[in-house]
C-alpha cells in the first residue's frame, strides 16, 4: 500500500488550521461540542456543492445534451473534483480537531484500507486451481454471486456480489477493523504528545 500520501496531506491541513488559530490537540480527545457541530456543517457544505454538480448534469441530460458531450465537460469535472477534495480536506482537519494526528491518521487508514481489501478473496494462478476454488465459493455462498476481478498487477480475486444489485458482500472470514483502529488510538493516547511514526502505530499489522 502507498504510505506517506495522506500523513503529507494532513500535516498541510495541520499547518493551515494552526494559522487560522484553530484547535490543533496532540492526544485524541473531543474538543468542545460547538467545534463538532460547526464542522459538521463545513462538511455538510461541501458534500451538497458536490451534489449541486450532480443535479446541474441533471438537468442538462432532461435538456437533451448528449451524455457522450457532458462527460467530456472539464469545467464540470473540475467543480466535482473541488467539491470531492474539500470533502477531504474538511474531513481530515476534522480528524485533527479530535486530536487524531497525521502519522494517526494514516496508521488508521491502513487499518481501514486492508479491511476493504479484505472482502476479496485472492484467487492462485493455476486455473484448474482457481476453478475449484470458484465452485467451493459457489457452494459456501449459494445466495451470492462469485465474480472474478482484477487488482492493477493483474492478480485475480473473487468477489462475493449481491445478484440483484451488485454490491460486494463480505466474506464470512472478514474482520471488522474496529479492535485494531481502537489499539491504535489508545496506543497514540498512550505515547501523549512524544514524537513517533504511523509504523509505530500499526506496527506489523500491514
Known amino acids: 500500500m502507498m504510505r506517506g500520501y495522506l500523513r503529507s496531506i494532513a500535516n498541510s491541513v495541520k499547518s493551515f488550521m494552526l494559522l487560522a488559530g484553530q484547535d490543533v490537540p496532540l492526544v485524541p480527545k473531543f474538543p468542545k461540542v460547538k467545534d463538532l457541530i460547526d464542522r459538521e456543517g463545513m462538511l455538510v457544505e461541501e458534500v451538497s456543492e458536490t451534489q449541486e454538480v450532480i443535479q446541474k448534469i441533471e438537468e442538462l441530460i432532461s435538456e437533451g445534451v448528449p451524455y ?7 469545467e464540470l469535472l473540475q467543480e466535482y473534483a ?15 480537531n479530535v486530536g487524531i494526528r497525521p502519522e494517526t491518521q494514516e496508521a488508521l487508514m491502513q487499518m481501514v484500507c486492508k479491511a476493504n481489501n479484505a472482502k476479496f478473496i485472492k484467487l492462485h494462478g493455476v486455473t484448474h486451481r482457481r476453478m475449484h ?27 462475493i456480489t449481491d445478484p440483484e444489485n451488485g454490491k460486494v458482500k463480505k466474506p464470512s472470514e472478514w474482520q471488522d477493523p474496529k479492535a485494531e483502529m481502537l489499539e491504535i488510538l489508545e496506543k497514540s493516547i498512550a505515547l ?3 514524537s513517533y511514526s504511523a509504523s509505530e502505530l500499526w506496527g506489523s499489522k500491514i
Not at 68 to 74: C, L, P
Not at 82 to 96: M, N, P, R, T
Not at 133 to 157: C, F, H, M, S, W
Open 192 to 194: 501523549g504528545e512524544q
Open 82 to 96: 473541488d467539491g470531492l477534495l474539500d470533502v477531504i480536506y474538511v474531513a481530515i482537519g476534522s480528524l485533527i
Open 68 to 74: 457522450s458531450k457532458i462527460e467530456q465537460d472539464t
Open 133 to 159: 476454488e470458484l465452485a467451493d465459493l459457489t457452494e459456501k455462498y449459494p445466495d451470492r454471486k462469485i465474480e472474478v476481478r482484477q487488482d492493477q498487477l493483474g492478480n485475480n480475486y473473487a468477489a
